[in-house]
């Protein structure tokens, strides 16, 4: 299949897939035309980098799991730099998490201690009246 094909396929772009390519992701042969051309199981590996990706992984750390791309991500076993790599990458998301979740936290206290005065103000603690008061 042409890179368009497989791009539709994968919901992705004809220049990820040539980025895929350039990190040495994905293979494709050229056509007599000089088009790419990539065989059926390209669809199952460019998932599972599209899996990877959106898991927190860089297109680097999915290098780590080229045993894995082309099969089922649940049932392959993936090197061990590769679970090392993404137990980083779980930490890096969770000090994320909290720096926002405190980050929320802190912006909730000061709209609720500025609400106090002004009656008929929303509470802050009530999510309906902040997604209200956001829109």
Known sequence: MRIGELAQRTG?????LR???QAGLLTSRRAHNGYRVYDEAAEVR???????????????????FTACLDGD??????????????????????????????ARDRLRAALRDA???????ADPDDDAAVHVAAA
Request: hydrophobic content about 50%; aromatic content about 6%; cysteine-free.
């Open 12 to 16: 992705t772009t004809a220049r990820a």
């Open 19 to 21: 980025h895929y390519e």
């Open 46 to 64: 460019v998932r599972n980098i599209r899996y990877l990706l959106e898991a927190g992984l860089t297109l680097e750390d999915a290098g780590f």
């Open 73 to 102: 991500m649940a049932t392959a076993p993936p090197s061990q730099e590769g679970l090392r790599i993404a137990y980083e990458r779980l930490a890096v998301l969770e000090a994320r998490i909290a720096a926002q979740a405190a």
């Open 115 to 121: 609400a106090r005065p002004a009656a008929g103000a």
